[in-house]
């Protein structure tokens, strides 16, 4: 397999070089050919590269400059308005205003999301998902127009690399992988899964810059808060009801 | 990149040959290594490879053969319990019991789902993703003794293609693609992105084998209906909810 999938990094500063409209369909086209529910395609995917509507779009996002700055944000939405349209012209009864399937369009794009960054990143571009896309979800609603049945799930900013900064750590893989059966952690084992990741400078650096005591606080307290969480989290429900699926 | 995105299709039937340990622990290496949310890595995969657990998943999902005949089955996870350990091991208290957290980590394991996919895809291997994972989630969660804080969303079957089924059909590129906002479908719309796949061979007799008068009414009436999902959202829902997440 590509050397890409191992050495990649999360590029959040751009060139200001466009993507060529034939490299974006080509992406676009792969993304619809990766596997999807029943081949129903449930899922669509906004493309902005227009200056004003990532004006437009920032505000959801926090304003992180990725959004402004690269070429081409990608929104991809979990979309069952054209399925249902389809089955009403054809005296069929649609039945996908429930959570299942919100989950199932959910599922479908992210698939689609991820296979067009993984071949970004082939292509030498780089990509960022940006985590706001739930978050505000009301209002990416208003600015792409987005109808019934239609929810953001995921936001992607897709560009050349101004810069390839250092590749972040990960957790060993047996933090992630399980065999036969999940083997729950004992506390040394998080201690020994956590070690080289609380030793490194960076999260060092957070800690004090944040001053708390311990990494693990820097989530809680500091970058994604139980407040915060909560408070999203019934703004994303409203958001998903809003759109026609019963949660 | 890789004419694989574009030549691929979904493989359900797997030559009686094992996937060797070092290609699969590269596959999930190259999992780990895509995007997740703050860097938090909140899924898990759990690696399905002995006969007997597959015997045991394969009620959860239907029976599909796929289960006891790939040489791999992989469980992606969305799991908060191993990040909720380490907070409360590094004296911090962990906000991660709602929905918005259970989409995070839900969508942290769909990515590293489809980089494995996109990889094991490139090495020649076939997949299949079988949507009963979110059907059966409550013996899935028995079988695999996933603790709370983790929901199964996404299972796959990963082996070496023993036949390569013709590639399904798409919808047109517009069906999925919005430029700038979302454009709704007008009904003569509706019908020109439809008119493909309507008119193909197998469709006219999927309409035959079921006796019904439209395509859309097989999907409506008979493989994706409104009493099914709407049973499988209440279990999933509880599942979710068992798991620790409030929704």
């Given at each position: 397999?590509?050397?890409?999938?191992?050495?990649?990094?999360?590029?959040r500063?751009?060139?200001?070089?466009?993507?060529?409209?034939?490299?974006?369909?080509?992406?676009l086209?792969?993304?619809?050919?990766?596997?999807?529910?029943?081949?129903?395609?449930?899922?669509?995917?906004?493309?902005?590269?227009?200056?004003?509507?990532?004006?437009?779009?920032?505000?959801?996002?926090?304003?992180?400059?990725?959004?402004?700055?690269?070429?081409?944000?990608?929104?991809f939405?979990?979309?069952?308005?054209?399925?249902?349209?389809?089955?009403?012209?054809?005296?069929?009864?649609?039945?996908?205003?429930?959570f299942?399937?919100?989950?199932?369009a959910?599922?479908?794009?992210?698939?689609?999301?991820?296979t067009?960054c993984?071949?970004?990143?082939?292509?030498?571009l780089?990509i960022?998902?940006?985590?706001?896309?739930?978050?505000?979800a009301?209002?990416?609603?208003?600015?792409?127009?987005?109808?019934?049945g239609?929810?953001?799930?995921?936001?992607v900013?897709?560009?050349?690399?101004a810069?390839?900064?250092?590749?972040?750590?990960?957790?060993?893989?047996?933090?992630?992988?399980?065999?036969?059966?999940?083997?729950?952690?004992?506390?040394?084992m998080?201690?020994?899964?956590?070690?080289?990741?609380?030793?490194?400078?960076?999260?060092?650096?957070?800690?004090?810059?944040?001053?708390?005591?311990t990494?693990?606080?820097?989530?809680?307290?500091v970058?994604?808060?139980?407040?915060?969480?909560?408070?999203?989290?019934?703004?994303?429900?409203?958001?998903?009801?809003?759109?026609?699926?019963?949660?």
């Amino acid at each position: 397999m590509n050397s890409t999938y191992f050495t990649r990094r999360t590029i959040r500063k751009y060139a200001q070089r466009e993507i060529d409209s034939d490299l974006l369909e080509r992406l676009l086209t792969a993304g619809t050919r990766s596997s999807t529910t029943g081949n129903m395609q449930v899922y669509s995917i906004i493309v902005t590269r227009d200056q004003e509507m990532k004006k437009q779009l920032a505000p959801a996002h926090f304003n992180q400059p990725m959004v402004t700055e690269a070429p081409v944000v990608l929104t991809f939405c979990a979309d069952f308005n054209r399925f249902n349209l389809w089955c009403r012209q054809r005296d069929a009864e649609p039945g996908y205003d429930n959570f299942l399937s919100f989950m199932t369009a959910a599922t479908d794009a992210l698939i689609a999301a991820q296979t067009i960054c993984n071949a970004a990143e082939e292509e030498g571009l780089g990509i960022c998902y940006l985590g706001t896309a739930t978050y505000s979800a009301d209002r990416i609603i208003q600015v792409l127009e987005l109808p019934r049945g239609v929810v953001p799930v995921a936001t992607v900013t897709i560009g050349w690399p101004a810069q390839v900064p250092e590749q972040p750590d990960r957790l060993p893989l047996d933090a992630v992988v399980h065999y036969e059966k999940y083997h729950d952690f004992a506390p040394d084992m998080i201690d020994s899964l956590y070690r080289e990741k609380e030793a490194r400078a960076d999260s060092l650096q957070f800690i004090a810059e944040n001053g708390k005591k311990t990494l693990a606080q820097v989530f809680t307290d500091v970058r994604y808060k139980k407040a915060d969480n909560e408070y999203f989290s019934v703004k994303f429900l409203e958001a998903v009801r809003g759109q026609g699926f019963s949660v």
